[in-house]
């Protein structure tokens, strides 16, 4: 029977259902489903599932929106039971995210946000028009392990680079990676300031934040004790 | 009798909700507006409360009644070159581009200042184009002064009038005292302005610090500026063509409210970059057919209240000079002719308008030509149509042979450059390929390419002045126009 709830919760998350994934989520809290075993067999496999598909062309942004919503619902409920437990669902690590100086959007940005939520990453949104000192305290403040910094304006792009050299002002560069994003950001130009990654879209960010910190620990463990 | 095509998207009912939504929009939720006009709006007994302005419908209208129905750009030589208003259709290229597809390798790369110059020389001899952008950014000039220096560039090398912008607030007053040395004082500037200023609202309904003093400032420059409304349909405004072009609506009214209040009957134009958001990759695809819809809609309302109109089309998706570009761009050169848009900007541009190509520009100048002889429309002779001619030639059908078909065949048919592939063969019997060709054209137009220098006394005021700013920002030397170890020496020009 638990494998059929399990796939109800995947599935919940796929159709981009909050009140189901909700709903399956407290159903499975009072039948005694291990809340970590609800997360892991069943919705995080939904987000998967979502993934996949999104990548395949066969769901589009606002369906993905719903799912991530979905993953939220069923988390306000299964993060509370975990610290119950005295545990908490492991983080796949700590984002501060932002758009730059002088710059407003952030339609990207929230969609990687929600998407890094969705996918077990810690994310601290700093919001628009983040200067580059701002940035470098609040991942001083939150030991983040990934720095996000996005733009939508040919002329505020050039604002990333203030970031990075912001941190590397703060002595933050050795232990925070950088990744950029935004309409006019290119992979050369990702390069061309020194940032660890640059991705096209928000499922791809996701994608790079997980190799940066596969990127981490692989150098924290070669490092020397 | 002339027939002009017409392309309408909207009726008048659908013109008249979408202005009644607008007009509900900018008085409840209202407009963000930034503390530079918190008290030019209140003066105007408009309630501004928590940053959000509530406009009331009423003293919109009355606004929007003082916006001059036409007003002209002009050229150096001080004569009309751009006619804002009613259905008089102009071409000018995309806009603060920050790479360009390099003319050899045909990869992106960072835009430079000789980018620029070349893509200015081409345009400045190409009768397509009634105006100049300020097309690229130039990567080899510093960041602070990067929008007045591309301004000097532009105005260094074409006397055609240019569709600009400032990247901050306080910038606007180097680019606006370089247009005066060019014209020869303010006054002289207000009363034929060589420029117009591009100012963008934030979407959703959002006039932020820079463009709300950018408005303000230029409505008392007398220097026109042009609203670049953008809603993304589906990220930034509602998901549907019509909700959209509510918001741009909403977004241009309170522009005008703004600017109005600031300087009562100052030129302004009704303008935009509308797109929709891709839904699969969240980009903005200026080549969608959508995109064009909006385009095309957004001008309708504009024209329906009686004002000058600016659109942003004739730009591709694709990376490189292909079918899927050119098709794009083709498209969207004839619907925004066809709409009667008054300043139709983005030919060039390609890459989501990430990229700019001068091979592309001169590919899409053949589709405005052939957009320009579209809305000239279909010459009917009042005497006879056809039968005069068939006396003449009768059931034989010899026409090539008329009078008639020699002295008219200039006006009935345009004659494309040699980039449209017509039959006509080359000397050396080759069939070279659309980028080829639009080499050959390049190389055509550059060696025709003759500058025509200012008066020398300005020519040297403008130096000077770009040369005590340029300093300020430790630039050495003004590229494209004096080599750094003649920067110093005003002399040698």
Known sequence: MPDEKFSAMRQSIVDGAPDTASGLAQQAVSSG?????????????????????????????????????????????????????????????????????????????????????????????????????????????????????????????????????????????????????????????????????YAKDAMSAVDLARQLMAQKTNATVAEPV | MRIRPKFQLLDKPLLERILDEAFQLIEDPGVRVAPYVFELLRGAGITVKDGVAHIPEALARRLLDLVPRGFCLYGRHGRPAVRYGGDDVHFDPGSSCLNILDPETQQPRPAQSADLVRLVQVADMLPQFAAQSTAMVCNDVPQEIGDWYRLLLVLWYSEKPVVTGAFSASSLHTLLDLLAIESGGREALRQHPRAIFDVCPSPPLNWSEFASQNLVDLARAGVPAEIVSMPLAGATAPVTLAGSIVQHAAECISGIVIHQLAQPGSPIVWGGAPAIFDMRTGKTPMGAIETAMLDVGCAEVGKFLGLPTHAYMVAGDGRVIDAQVEMESGMSTVLGALAGINMISGAGMLDFLACHSTEKLVIDAEAIASAQRLVEGVEASADSLAVAMFAQAGLQGDFLKLKETRALFRKEQHFPSSIIDRGFSSMDGSSPDILQRARQRIEELLSAYERHPLPPEREREMIAFAQREAKESGLDGLPEILRPEYAHEPGLL
Do not use: C
Request: hydrophobic share 45%; no cysteine; net charge negative.
């Open chain 1, 33 to 197: 489903i291990a809340p970590i075993d609800a997360i892991n067999e069943g919705f995080v496999l939904g987000m998967h599932d979502v993934g996949e598909q999104f990548a395949r062309g066969q769901m589009y942004l606002p369906d993905m929106m719903a799912s991530a919503e979905a993953m939220r619902a069923a988390m306000a409920v299964l993060d509370p039971e975990l610290k119950k437990l005295g545990t908490e669902r492991p983080m796949a690590g700590i984002v501060v995210l932002g758009t730059t100086k002088g710059d407003i959007h952030e339609i990207g940005k929230i969609l990687v946000g929600t998407l890094l939520t969705a996918h077990g990453f810690r994310v601290h949104d700093l919001g628009v028009d983040v200067a580059g000192e701002k940035f470098a305290a609040k991942a001083k403040e939150l030991n983040a392990d990934i720095v996000g910094v996005s733009a939508l304006l040919t002329t505020t792009m050039r604002n990333q680079k203030s970031v990075i050299e912001a941190m590397e002002l703060a002595g933050l560069r050795p232990q925070v990676k950088i990744m950029v994003g935004g309409a006019p950001v290119t992979r050369r130009w990702a390069d061309e300031i020194g940032a660890d990654g």
